[in-house]
Structure formats: structure tokens, C-alpha cells
């Protein structure tokens, strides 16, 4: 699309690596049962980041992964890394939010079917800032969990999650993280990013990652929600 996103001195594409890597954590999702991975983008076009996090909406799903590929100054610098929200951006969206009525009337993760529409100002606030406090929480969680499993196929860039101020991490209805594969700046992580094998493996460990965080932490109504309560009935005595 109109913004190819970072570019390597050997003209390795962040927009075709990230896509790559993403249709293959959904296709390794889509093969566990009680999991539906689904593409927010299925080709060569461009999609801004609020466009993102809508489809996922409209999907109703239980997790967003924003999935991307570094650039530095330095091509010494490597490694993946995993980001949820800071604090600052969540203060700052919550505020952006409730001055969007339409978006006020969205499902809320952790409030339950509740509209914000109809709520006293200040208690719309605090409806939301709740709702946005548990996902930050589940985010942190799903990112330690996916960061882990990185951490077995590829070198990390840090050890543990980061967080920052992406827009595309800025939904309060959903645990949201941001998975950086590498730094394509460096010529040897841009060439391995570049290769099938290790994009299987990348995408595999991703896929563990959620896999782990969702099996733990089951929303209602799922399959996996159903599977945890007959096994806890299960060893009930």
C-alpha cells in the first residue's frame, strides 16, 4: 500500500514480511481447536491503525497481535521484542474515547454488554478506565507469554515486555501487544526474516505463545472456557 513501513539496505519489505509471518500464526492458530485467527489485511494495501483494530472488533475477538518488523540507525542492533500499552497512552486514550460517542457504545472487555451512551460522564470514566486497566493487565500476560516462546527460536531484543504509546495498541475493549519480529536493518536478521524456515518457526512460537495465554486465561463462552470447567469438575472431590 501507500506506506511500506521500514525498509532493509537490500530492499527487504517490512509490509511483505509482516504479512507473511502473520498468515502463518493464523493458518498455525486455525489448526488448534477452539481458536479462528483472522488477517486485518489480506494483501498489498494499506490500512490506518484505527482500521485495524476495527476489524478486529467487528470480529469480536478476544485478542489483537499487531505483528511488525524493526528499523534502526544502527544495523548492530537485533533481536525481537513484544509491547503492550504504557500507562501514559492508556490515560491519554481513555480521555479520546469518551470525546468519540460513537465509540462509546461499544462492547466493553471486563464490564460485560454495557453501553457507555446512556452513563453520567463521570461514570462512563470510570466504567471505561476499569475496562481499559483489566486489558493492559491481560496484555502484559498474553506479551510475557508470547515473548517467552520467541525467546526459544530467535535472539531477543529485550528479556522482558515493553511499553509504549502505539496507536494500534489503543483499545480498551481487548488485551492488544505488539509483536516486533526483528530489526531488517540488520543484513542477517533481514535475511532470516526473509526465509520460510524461520518464519515458520516464528509463527509457531507466536501461535504457542496465545495459545498458552488464551488456554489460561479463557474468555466466557468459548471452547476453551468449557474445556477448563470440565477439567476443573473433572478433579473436583
Do not use: C
Not at 477452539?34 to 469480536?60: C, E, N, P, S
Not at 481513555?94 to 453501553?115: C, I, P, Q
Not at 526483528?182 to 524456515?197: C, T
Amino acid at each position: 500500500g501507500d506506506d511500506p513501513g521500514a525498509i532493509s539496505a537490500r530492499k527487504v519489505y517490512e509490509k511483505k514480511i509482516v504479512l507473511q509471518l502473520a498468515d502463518r500464526i493464523v493458518k498455525e492458530l486455525n489448526a488448534k481447536a477452539g481458536f479462528k485467527g483472522v488477517l486485518t489485511r489480506t494483501g498489498d494495501y494499506y490500512l490506518g491503525h484505527r482500521k485495524r483494530t476495527q476489524i478486529a472488533r467487528q470480529h469480536r475477538s478476544d485478542l489483537f497481535v499487531s505483528i511488525h518488523a524493526d528499523a534502526f540507525k544502527s544495523a548492530n542492533v537485533k533481536g525481537a521484542s513484544v509491547y503492550t500499552l504504557s500507562d501514559s497512552g492508556a490515560s491519554s486514550e481513555t480521555a479520546a474515547w469518551l470525546a468519540e460517542r460513537d465509540n462509546r457504545s461499544d462492547l466493553l472487555g471486563g464490564v460485560g454488554d454495557v453501553s457507555l451512551d446512556d452513563k453520567d460522564p463521570v461514570l462512563a470514566h470510570v466504567l471505561l478506565d476499569l475496562s481499559m486497566e483489566g486489558n493492559r493487565s491481560q496484555s502484559i500476560d498474553a506479551g510475557k507469554s508470547i515473548l517467552a516462546h520467541l525467546g526459544r527460536v530467535t535472539k531477543l531484543h529485550k528479556s522482558r515486555v515493553e511499553q509504549a504509546s502505539f496507536i494500534v495498541l489503543k483499545s480498551p475493549d481487548m488485551p492488544s501487544v505488539l509483536v516486533e519480529t526483528g530489526f531488517i536493518s540488520n543484513p542477517e536478521e533481514a535475511r532470516r526474516l526473509s526465509q520460510a524456515e524461520h518464519q515458520d518457526k516464528m509463527a509457531q512460537a507466536v501461535a504457542r505463545g496465545i495459545e498458552q495465554f488464551m488456554r489460561a486465561n479463557p474468555p466466557p463462552g468459548t471452547l476453551l472456557a468449557q474445556r477448563l470447567q470440565q477439567r476443573e469438575f473433572k478433579y473436583t472431590i
